[in-house]
């Protein structure tokens, strides 16, 4: 089993990035471990299973960017990931630019992929608009990148969420068509990866409006909570969220059209590890006035230590270098066969 999977390096991450998306791979990783653990008991050997998880900075030039922003941020978000409990040692961290297989494989996909394949990609759609003309080439080559990213390391498994499906199904699109042109009486030269689709992530809210996600661009702080942020931080910012004047009620579909009510105790129901009924079976009747204290004292119990691991990790960007360039030696090590097979699959001549 081989989980690969990017994330975007926005820096500035928030509550909602951990609860959607980074805690899920936090478990993925201990699965694996246990797994490995439970192999070499058995006498099968030990590690056949990873994580490999990186940090989409080229994927992230596909729009107009800051350069110095993107740099900035990819070394945040990998701080982040470490914080919240993504171990160097057990997962192999890294970011694409140092991996440069990942854009080589892109091109040579390039040759398979098939343009009307790439113009019915949902999201191509959505972020080209109505000025397609408008666009960069990497915006809409941009699935043939991810299929790139999981093809090279043959990827077993990819967490997917809703948005992420379609690309998942052309990268095994390509990886089909390819081993059917280029491989067929061999072995096949990709492996086609098979989704995971993740415990139902929570979907965090705006503090100020429940019907807006939690964003690091929107313009007010009371708007979301940082990893970074203190204790007093927190509680402030919880205790001026949005609400309305009715008390919890004891059920979920007593939550309905109130959308500040219900992300409030969505939030709470994710860092409890528990579900919203569990939440209004002992909040239930009771007002914002003694459930907020006790969701900020959850906030803060929670995000105490990964705030404190991040602060740290960020005044030393030399041990972030250090952990990203362990991480690409390794990520090329685990793919350099693969660019090989696809180059000879070709026939094209190497050095």
Known sequence: MRVVSGIQPTGNLHLGNYLGAIRNWVRMQDTVEEDNRAQAAAGDGADKNQCLFFLAD???????????????????????????????????????????????????????ARMGWLNRMTQWKDKAGKNREGQSVALFGYPVLQAADVL??????????????????????????????????????????????????????????????????DPSERSRINL???????????????????????????????????NLVTIYAALADSSIDDVLGEYGGQGFGSFKPALGELMVETLRPISQRLTALLEDREALDAILARGAARAREIGTPTLRATYDALGLVRG
């Open 58 to 112: 080229l994927h992230a030039i596909s729009m107009p960017h800051d350069p110095a922003e993107l740099r900035r941020g990819t070394l945040e978000m990998t701080a982040a990931l470490v914080a919240c409990g993504i171990d160097p040692q057990r997962s192999v961290l890294f970011n694409q630019a140092q991996v440069p297989a990942h854009a080589e494989l892109q091109w040579l996909l390039g040759g398979t």
């Open 152 to 217: 090279l390391y043959q990827a077993t498994h990819v967490p997917v969420g809703e948005d992420q499906k379609q690309h998942l199904e052309l990268a095994r699109d390509i990886a089909q068509k390819f081993n059917n042109d280029f491989a067929p009486d061999n072995a096949p030269v990709f492996t086609l990866p098979d989704p995971i689709v993740p415990p139902q992530a929570a979907r965090i809210m705006s503090l100020r409006d429940g019907q807006a996600k939690m964003s690091k661009s």
């Open 228 to 262: 970074v942020d203190d204790a007093d931080t927190v509680m402030a910012k919880v205790k001026k969220a949005k609400t309305d004047p009715e008390p919890l009620p004891s059920e979920q579909a007593g939550l309905g059209g109130r959308p500040e009510a219900l």
